[in-house]
């Protein structure tokens, strides 16, 4: 049992910082508050390291794509705030996010396509999937866009099955953890999105 157990939580400390500081950024982030982004910042990088470290390539030039949309979402969140300091809800139309969802499953088969030709990629298809729904989930959260949420619960459920088959049993775990805030943010998030912002 014990072994077990150890097994699940690991012995690698830069995957164990890392697993802290996504689960404080993406409360902060269901929050809608702006300190979410130093803790981002630092995540993406880290897992930037450890994704190429297991040949998980999508996922490692994700952290890359991350980081430079996190600049771009810093730059939108601050200017995107209600008088309470926290940011303000924009829901998309149906048909926005129609087109949203046709760009990724574009973007999905291209890269899996690519890595499985080009590359010794350990699960091309399922990595991009994974990859390519981030991809939208995070422009979209830079946005402000309500319907970020759900793509984040689809990328979580796709990547615990990725990770732990991986061997990343921690960051598997973490992504259990991302599931549950996920299901929160979205409900917190559709609950703001309903109020009015009062001065």
């Known amino acids: 049992?014990?072994?077990?157990f150890w097994g699940m939580v690991g012995s690698r400390p830069?995957?164990?910082?890392?697993?802290?500081?996504?689960?404080?950024?993406?409360?902060?982030?269901?929050?809608?508050s702006i300190w979410n982004y130093p803790f981002g910042f630092l995540v993406v990088t880290l897992y930037f390291f450890i994704?190429?470290?297991?040949?998980?390539?999508?996922?490692?030039?994700?952290?890359?794509?991350?980081?430079?949309?996190?600049?771009y979402g810093l730059y939108v969140w601050l200017i995107g705030r209600a008088p309470d300091g926290r940011v303000i809800v924009v829901p998309l139309s149906t048909l926005s996010f129609t087109g949203?969802?046709?760009?990724?499953?574009?973007?999905?088969?291209?890269?899996?396509?690519?890595?499985?030709?080009?590359?010794?990629?350990?699960?091309?298809?399922w990595d991009a999937a994974v990859a390519a729904?981030?991809?939208?989930?995070?422009?979209?959260?830079?946005?402000?866009?309500?319907?970020?949420?759900?793509?984040?619960?689809?990328?979580?459920?796709?990547?615990?099955?990725?990770f732990y088959t991986r061997g990343l049993h921690p960051t598997a775990a973490l992504?259990?953890?991302?599931?549950?805030?996920?299901?929160?943010?979205l409900i917190q998030w559709r609950r703001a999105a309903s109020q009015p912002v009062t001065a």
């Open 175 to 185: 992504y259990v953890v991302f599931l549950g805030l996920a299901i929160m943010g």
């Open 133 to 162: 729904l981030s991809v939208t989930a995070q422009f979209l959260l830079s946005r402000r866009n309500l319907q970020s949420w759900y793509l984040w619960i689809a990328v979580d459920v796709l990547a615990i099955g990725l």
């Open 14 to 32: 830069i995957e164990w910082i890392a697993v802290a500081c996504g689960i404080l950024n993406v409360g902060l982030i269901i929050r809608r």
């Open 1 to 4: 049992m014990l072994d077990f």
């Open 51 to 71: 994704f190429w470290e297991y040949r998980l390539y999508s996922d490692a030039l994700l952290q890359v794509y991350f980081f430079v949309v996190q600049i």
């Open 100 to 125: 949203y969802l046709g760009l990724t499953a574009a973007v999905w088969l291209t890269v899996a396509n690519l890595m499985a030709a080009y590359t010794d990629a350990a699960a091309p298809y």
